[in-house]
């Protein structure tokens, strides 16, 4: 039983044959009703005698059809149901777990995963408390490669873990082999090379030491694998090419072959690392038909990799695009990418800035978000608690400094993206103020060109209000008229306008004045006289093209104002917009 080989993950139901191999003769030493003889093991049933021909079968039998390739998945689920009863019946605690073993696996063959998944959490609910060989680590193993499969590193790691404490508890070799080599590749995923090749070497001694002929098993090419890439990882490129030529030879003169692969591509990158970029392309290109013919999308990314790698180096940037654009092709299908594949996103964007293509440029700084998310999802946690649950306590206070280092560059960079959201949003605030503001001068700009020419009208007071004035109704009559005459003289143009002048030229008083004004007008004087002005100034503006040239001081003084800031404050106090405003859209109607 073995997990990973690099980016190469074995099936759920290759793990379990091999852990089968392993223990078989352990597990049911016990039972004397075992058949091994090929003749006598019949996986053909006919008829109606089938079931009571299932139902004769041993333990191991049963295993041995449920674990089948040539068995069809109804006729297994049949045998693992059988396999349950049989077991509860005898009410043995290692057999029972395997009975719901068998049924996780049946459920992962018919794509039940939360099934399968439930059927491992009942081995450790009904192990826990009773100490067996396999269980309940081999259940939280499983629990760690069912994690794995879907990147979720957390549940992984935690249940790696517990495999591993309960293995050493139960003093089971092999269960302690798997889940220290899991931890090791946890390790050398998150850059701790030096510590995973530690733990890789006595992953070695230790298959040599439980295995008879270690270098018959797949155990065995995986830990030569491992090795090759830890050392290649460690700078150490010649003991690295050692385990490949090995791995190489073990698998030309092996069954195994799958794995030849694997090995040629890790020399390719040696290859690379020692600068000898065409014989890297060689090795590489050959690997990849036998990735290809078994799918291995995570090697395939690789070797493309290191293919663009190579070619970069050798200054042929677009033969290096086509490899790159493949890894990016692989990461869309599968949503998962190895760390040391991040590279493969800065030389696209820094080739597509070099040529000064701002789309692709775009579109790749966006892959690389998503690409650094996923990465920081499935690895943040890792970081952390692979030290706390497996290093020394030295290991742990490195790691701590560095999460702690890690922790205050994300607050500043926090800090630095609440900056900016505030800023746009501020922007936008900005911006609709400003397309409101843009749309209500213009309402107000059309609603002053549709008025008639702007005067004040004067009114007649009646003898009521007179009394309400307490003057006599002349008085008021002979005010109303001289206001008439000055507004149609224009008298309020004049710059130097005050009450008293304008009550002397009218023959009354300032109160009298006042009084009226404030009663007939609705305005205090200052109001009065600004409001004719700006009256005045509207219907010139809208009929002198000349005048619509001058400045807003020369307009405001030829109208009676001191200055253009006074003129400004009174035109938007009765127009609600800028005289700047209001001539720039006169222009732009009329000109």
């Known amino acids: 039983m073995h997990i990973n080989m690099k980016n190469k993950e074995l099936s759920i139901k290759t793990l379990y044959l091999l852990f089968l191999i392993c223990c078989c003769q352990i597990l049911y030493s016990q039972d004397n009703t075992i058949t091994t003889d090929e003749n006598s093991f019949n996986l053909k049933f006919e008829g109606k005698n089938q079931k009571d021909s299932i139902s004769s079968k041993t333990y191991n039998e049963l295993i041995k059809i449920i674990y089948s390739d040539e068995i069809n998945v109804n006729l297994k689920e049949k045998c693992a149901n059988i396999f349950y009863r049989k077991a509860r019946t005898d009410n043995k605690v290692s057999r029972v777990a395997d009975a719901y073993r068998n049924l996780s696996y049946i459920a992962y063959q018919k794509g039940e995963y939360s099934i399968e998944l439930a059927y491992l959490d009942s081995i450790i609910d009904y192990t826990k408390n009773k100490r067996t060989w396999n269980y309940p680590s081999f259940a939280y193993f499983l629990k760690g490669l069912f994690f794995d499969d879907r990147r979720n590193f957390k549940n992984s790691l935690d249940n790696f873990v517990e495999a591993y404490n309960y293995a050493k508890r139960n003093n089971n070799p092999y269960l302690i082999y798997d889940a220290k080599y899991s931890i090791g590749s946890l390790k050398s995923r998150l850059g701790n090379y030096k510590e995973a090749l530690g733990i890789y070497k006595e992953c070695l001694h230790q298959i040599q030491t439980m295995d008879h002929r270690p270098q018959d098993t797949d155990n065995y090419l995986i830990i030569l694998h491992a090795l090759s890439d830890s050392y290649r990882r460690n700078k150490k490129i010649d003991s690295s090419t050692i385990f490949n030529r090995i791995g190489i030879k073990k698998t030309l003169s092996s069954e195994h072959t799958d794995y030849y692969g694997n090995f040629i591509l890790s020399e390719g990158i040696n290859h690379f690392e020692r600068r000898h970029y065409l014989k890297s392309i060689d090795s590489i290109t050959k690997s990849l038909p036998m990735f290809k013919n078994i799918d291995d999308s995570p090697n395939i990314a690789f070797a493309n990799f290191y293919l663009g790698k190579n070619y970069l180096q050798l200054n042929q940037k677009e033969k290096a695009l086509v490899h790159f654009k493949k890894v990016d092709s692989i990461f869309q299908k599968i949503n998962d990418i190895h760390p040391d594949i991040r590279e493969n996103y800065e030389f696209l964007i820094d080739y597509y800035k070099s040529i000064n293509d701002k789309d692709n440029q775009l579109l790749y700084i966006e892959k690389l978000i998503k690409v650094d998310s996923i990465l920081i999802d499935n690895y943040k946690?890792?970081?952390?608690?692979?030290?706390?649950?497996?290093?020394?306590?030295?290991?742990?206070?490195?790691?701590?400094?560095?999460?702690?280092?890690?922790?205050?560059?994300?607050?500043?960079?926090?800090?630095?993206?609440?900056?900016?959201v505030a800023i746009v949003l501020g922007i936008i605030v900005l911006l609709l103020f400003n397309n409101r503001k843009k749309k209500d001068y213009k309402r107000k700009f059309e609603e002053i060109l549709n008025l008639s020419t702007v005067k004040s009208k004067v009114k007649t007071i009646d003898s009521t209000n007179n009394k309400k004035l307490n003057l006599s109704t002349e008085m008021v009559e002979h005010i109303l008229s001289g206001l008439e005459h000055f507004e149609k003289n224009n008298g309020y143009l004049k710059q130097d306008i005050t009450i008293t002048l304008l009550a002397k030229e009218l023959n009354t008083n300032t109160k009298y004045l006042s009084k009226v004004i404030n009663f007939d007008r609705k305005k205090t004087f200052s109001n009065y006289i600004n409001d004719l002005r700006i009256g005045y100034v509207i219907n010139k503006l809208k009929n002198d093209k000349k005048l619509r040239k001058y400045t807003i001081k020369a307009i405001s003084e030829s109208v009676g104002f001191k200055n253009s800031e006074s003129f400004s404050k009174a035109f938007y106090k009765q127009t609600g917009i800028y005289p700047s405003y209001f001539i720039k859209e006169l222009s732009s109607k009329y000109n």
């Open 381 to 420: 946690y890792l970081s952390k608690n692979i030290a706390l649950k497996y290093d020394t306590p030295e290991l742990l206070s490195r790691k701590e400094k560095l999460i702690e280092n890690i922790n205050k560059e994300k607050s500043v960079l926090i800090k630095i993206m609440l900056s900016l």
